[in-house]
Each structure stands twice: as structure tokens, then as C-alpha cells.
């Protein structure tokens, strides 16, 4: 098997926006506001990408990437958030150039950056598998051939003359990809498309994958499903901050990521410019603290726990919906939390620093790595500003003291939440216990 | 978008370019499958939840015709080649709507499907062209009606009419030559889109739609038909009307122009492609 994936040192600076030096006399500021457009006339001209908008700090997405995929491997891609995996499937994809190095790709590839793409809602179910397709890179007759194979697998046939724009989210979701999972490219680039629609359905495209690694298709999977990683790739790579931190069998990347300071980590903080954020709202930092105040990575199970979030509210007037949720090792969302503090739920709140914080109770987390994501929506209308998956992480240890909701139990137990509840065990007299009901009840247990 | 034969090798090679680069025609003609979806899309959608449809493209021109009429043709007394004046400008109104409405399109082209250009690969220039080409179903329409003015008015189509699709060519280079310079720029600079209702009325006042081309001295015609729709409207004019307007210098001008601009067009476009998908 020869090489599907070779790339050399690839780099991509993006352009984002630097705050500028202010004007020093009042000449200076005249003269600029008058010039600038001409300038930037110009560089639109000369084709100088900076943008109305004048963008002259850069940021390396991207640096340094170098590895080989085999023919027919599949490689998982891990990495937080604005590690650089998207742009590395933009640069292989060629969405968008590199700014430096060298890949080449041999075969030919499709790729699933997005669920849907190409789909229009004024187009019925029927003209937009056509449509979606051939974006896609598929060609009109192959379209016609796996034409019923798709409407079968998205499960909308009786649909399948009505505009998209009238379907539930889920047959939606349920079209675009099926339309996708059938395209046949010898090299297949996919970003986390695979969590979509129920349980049910999330299965089948899961199977889907699979099929198409063991028809001996190369398949590059950008994910945050760790479990999904270990069980459909072989090998995995794994990014931060736009390098490689490590590349290798999927099972050993992971775990290097679960543990490593990448992984988890009790706090993190963005500088101003790279703060992930939209319009409104930035986050700046996430932290888990213990009982006094310290941050942790490590807590007692029998003990509370708060994850704070501070972030900067840019524009003034919006109401805001802090959101924290919490991921176990198996990748299960454990649970959500929403800020429902009746300080500010209801407010439009003023620019400025902002720290929210959620407190979670002693006794209800389960043992084990917990990951929090931190996200934040604007409520009116409803735009999500960040969503930073595995923001925080930090371990929850069960001393086995006795005293935790295991009690004296020692071996494993694999709930989701481990909560102490009430109970309460009577003895009641009076009760007389025959063999004959006795009996009864063992039976029918 | 190429099904290839099981051995062959398909090779892709990834680096950064500068500057001018080439406008890969040959990768454009391996995606004219997408352009056909794409073209055939904007017809499908352009009309979807109007009352009156299609009906539009016919009511766009009539509507201006009718104003021109009273005002230019009534009113003023513009002088129009000795044709009847709703005639004579109607004539010009169809290929100027198709310029228009594809410039008009064409340049928001690249910016309203800023999700496709972040999502998938395809060489970008099939994106205008599309547009440019889906306006092709209202120009029918409309010259249909045209087609019945003629007959409505007593006049019989010229036998010039085999000339005519070089002038519809010429429409279509020139729209789509403009359409690339400004849907490139106004992906970086949304300035553009104010530009443009703006641009195609001055555009339309320095064309010969509502009066005709004779009320300049030849000399000047000559320098004025480097608008390439001086030549596209003449043109229509002369092949379908019958009008003194022979195909002369005027028409190799505007081919020229058009010409240019197509090119300058296309090679700006690529150059700026690069950054579509970091910019829009």
C-alpha cells in the first residue's frame, strides 16, 4: 500500500484583528482617516487579502505539520479547540491554501466538513440529493445509480417531494448525510459530522464508517468523541496549537491526550486575541476550584466542587445564558448545567468582565476524569458565542472510605453520577413472613 | 468531481501560490457538471414563494419600456431610429436586463454562499458563471415578448438575426467579465454591494437603451463604444430592427472591452480565490 496523505511542514497564518495604534495629534488622525482608503483601495487591487477591515496581526493555525497516511488507513485528528484540525482538513481539501510547506494527496478525495452543505430549503428532498451530490464532487450518474440507496438510508421516502425547508431537523440531518455517506472517494476527510440525529441513527452512520475503512478507503476523521477515535481508527494525531504533539496507534494518542496536560487541565486562561468568542461575548478563562477556593484537577468524591467561567461581554444589552456540561472518559454527556441565577437571568447586562459560576454538590459526580465544556448563547436571539469543548478537566477520586454513596462496596461501578441519596431501611414488625410468600418472591425475581 | 478508472493515479499537489497564477480552465470544464446544478438551482429558486413567478422577467424590461416610452419616446421626443419608440427600447431593455440582473447576482454570488466556499472545494469561478448563465431562462422570456412586439408592431425580423448570438455572447462576456471583478472584491470589501445598484444606473444612462447612438458624431461613437454595451444594444438593435447601425468599429470596440474585461476579470478573480475562504 502505497502513500494516500504526504504533507511537509505545513503552516497557515490566518489575518485577525489587532487593535490599533491610536492617533497621536488630531493632523495625524485626519490625514490617516483620508489616506486609508486609498490604501486599502490598493491592497484590494494588489490582491492583499488584509480585508476592509484592515486585519494586520496574524496567528499560525497551523505550523510545522508534517506525517504520511498509508493507503486505507484511517486516522483520527484530536485536539482542542483551535488546535488547527479544521484548517488542516481546509489545506488537504483545498478550501484553502497553505501559507507555507507542501502536502500532496493522491486519489481521489471527498470531504465532510458540515452536514448538509449545499442543501437548499426552497428545493425538494429529491432535487436537493442532486444538488448536495454533485457540490459534493459526485457525478450525475452516479447520483441516479445510488439514488434509492440514499432515500432508503435517510428514511424519507415519502418526503422526498417536499421542500427541505418543511422537514423535521432530524430528516434533515437525516438526508445530508445520507447523500454524504454515499459518495465513494478513495480519500475521505471528515469532521465531526457523525454527531447528529438520535441514538438510532447516530449507529448507523457509524456502521457506515466503518464500511468504508474496511472497503479500503483512507479516512481522515477530525473528532472530539474520544471513544469514537479508539474504536474506528487505527492510528491518530494528535494537535496543539497548530503542531503535532504526537502521532502513533489511536488507543496510545488518546490516552496521551486524556492525561496530558492538552487533556486535562484544572484551569485555562486566554490571552485577549485569542480568546474564542463571537460578537458579544469572549471567554477568557475556566477554572475548577475546591471547597476553599483553590484550583484542583483533583477532588473528593465526597466533596463539592465549582467551575467557574470569566469571560468579557463586548456589546452591551444582550441577556446572556452561560452553559457549563460535563463529559465522562466514555465521551457520555453526563450532564448540562445553565446559569439560572435570578441575578442576571433575566437582564441585559453591561459590557465588562463577567465571572459565572455553577456548584456542584458533594456526592453526585462518579469517579473518574470528568471533562467540562463551557459554552455560551446570547438569549435574544439565540447566537451561540463559544463553545469550548474540554475546557477543564479534573479527576474525581473515591477513597473508598465507606462513607460515599459506593458505601462499603469495592468494586467497580459504572453509573454515569455516583449520588449519595437519602435512604431509608425499616424492619417492620408485624409482618409475618409465611414460606409459602417467602418462596413466591424468590420466584419471581 | 472526475470518476477515474481504478489505476489511475490521481495526484494533487498542495503549496502556497503568489501573485498571478493560472485560470485552470481545464479543472473548470472537469466541474461543468456543478455549474449545470448551479445554474439550474438559481433558476429553480430565483422565483420560489413569488406570486407572480417567472412573470417577472417580462415585467422587469415591459415596465421600464413603458416608463421610457412616455417620457423619452412621448415627452421629450427622443428620436429613435425612425422604429417605434416601445419597440426600439424594448429592444434594448432584454439584453441590458440580462446584464444587469447577472451583475447584479453574480457579484453577491461568492458572499451569499460564504457557507459553501468555507465547506467544500470547487473551482470558484463556477459560482458566477452559474449565476451569470441561470439568467439566461428570463432572457428567453423576455425576448419572446420582444419577438411579439415585433410581429404586434408590423415589423418582420431582419435576416441580420444570425448574427445575434454573437451579440447575446457578448452580453454574457461582459456581464459575467464584470461580475468576476466585483464578486471578488466584495468578498474582503462589502462596499461593493452599495456600489452596484449604483454602478448599473450610470451604466445604464452611458448605454443607448433610451435613446439612440446616432446622436453622437461618429468619432465619439467610436470612443463611447468602449462601454461593450453600447455595442451589445446596437447590435440587438441592427440584427433584430433592421437599423443603419452595421456592425462597424463601434462592435469591434465593445468586443474588445468586453474581451478585456473578461480576461482582467478572470485573472483577478484567481488571484484574489485564495483567500476567499479566510476572508468571506
Known sequence: ??????????????????????????????????????????????????????????????????????????????????????????????????????????????????????????????????????????????????????????????????????????????????????????????????????????????????????????????????????????????????????????????????????????????????????????????????????????????????????????????????????????????????DMDPAWRKKPRPAGHWKSTVYIPADFMAEGIVYVGAAMVTLDPVLGQFDEHDAVAFQVYDGNTGDSARGEWPGEIASAVMPLFKWRTEHEQGHAMTEASGAGRAGAR | MQEFAKNEEVLVQIRPTRGWVSLQLKRLWDYRELVYFLTWRDVKVRYKQTVLGASWAIIQPLFTMAVFSLFFGKLAKVPSDGIPYPVFSYAALVPWTFFANGLNMASNSLVSSANLIKKVYFPRLAMPLATVLSGGVDFVLAFAVLVGMIYFFGMGITANVVYLPFFLMLTFCTSLGVSLWLSAMNVQFRDIRYIIPFLTQLWMFATPIAYPSALLSDRWRTVYALNPMVGVVEGFRWALLGTNTAPGPMVIVSTGASLLLLLTGSFYFRRMERTFADVV
Open chain 1, 1 to 338: 500500500m502505497g502513500t494516500a496523505i504526504l504533507a511537509e511542514n505545513l503552516g497557515k497564518e490566518y489575518r485577525i484583528g489587532g487593535r490599533q495604534e491610536g492617533y497621536k495629534t488630531f493632523r495625524e488622525a485626519v490625514v490617516e482617516t483620508c489616506i486609508s482608503p486609498f490604501r486599502r483601495a490598493r491592497n484590494l487591487i494588489m490582491g492583499d487579502a488584509s480585508g476592509a477591515s484592515g486585519l494586520k496581526e496574524t496567528i499560525w493555525a497551523l505550523k510545522d505539520v508534517s506525517f504520511e497516511i498509508r493507503q486505507g488507513d484511517i486516522v483520527g485528528i484530536i485536539g482542542r479547540n483551535g488546535s488547527g484540525k479544521s484548517t488542516l482538513l481546509k489545506i488537504l481539501s483545498q478550501i484553502t491554501e497553505p501559507t507555507s510547506g507542501y502536502a500532496e494527496v493522491r486519489g481521489r478525495v471527498g470531504s465532510l466538513l458540515e452536514v448538509g452543505t449545499g442543501f437548499h430549503p426552497e428545493l425538494t428532498g429529491r432535487e436537493n440529493i442532486y444538488l448536495s451530490g454533485a457540490i459534493l464532487g459526485m457525478r450525475k450518474r452516479e447520483i441516479v445509480k445510488k439514488f434509492e440507496e440514499i432515500v432508503a438510508f435517510a428514511e424519507i421516502d415519502k418526503f422526498i417531494d417536499t421542500p427541505v425547508k418543511h422537514y423535521s431537523s432530524g430528516m434533515y440531518l437525516r438526508l445530508a448525510f445520507a447523500v454524504a455517506a454515499h459518495l465513494e472517494p478513495e480519500i475521505l476527510l471528515v469532521d465531526e459530522v457523525l454527531a447528529v440525529g438520535d441514538a438510532r441513527f447516530q449507529k448507523k452512520c457509524m456502521n457506515k464508517m466503518q464500511d468504508v475503512g474496511q472497503e479500503g478507503r483512507t479516512v481522515l476523521f477530525v473528532s472530539h468523541n474520544m471513544p469514537a477515535v479508539t474504536r474506528l481508527c487505527r492510528n491518530a494525531v494528535l494537535l496543539e496549537e497548530g503542531r503535532i504533539l504526537q502521532i502513533g496507534p489511536s488507543h496510545k494518542v488518546v490516552s496521551a491526550y486524556l492525561s496530558s496536560d492538552a487533556g486535562t487541565t484544572a484551569a485555562r486562561e486566554w490571552e485577549e486575541k485569542r480568546a474564542p468568542g463571537g460578537e458579544i461575548a469572549r471567554l477568557r478563562a475556566v477554572r475548577v476550584r475546591s471547597e476553599n477556593g483553590e484550583t484542583t484537577d483533583k477532588v473528593d468524591i465526597r466533596e463539592p466542587v465549582r467551575i467557574e467561567m470569566e469571560y468579557d461581554v463586548l456589546k452591551p444589552g444582550c441577556r446572556l445564558l452561560p452553559v457549563f456540561y460535563f463529559h465522562n472518559e466514555e465521551g457520555i454527556l453526563v450532564f448540562e448545567s445553565n
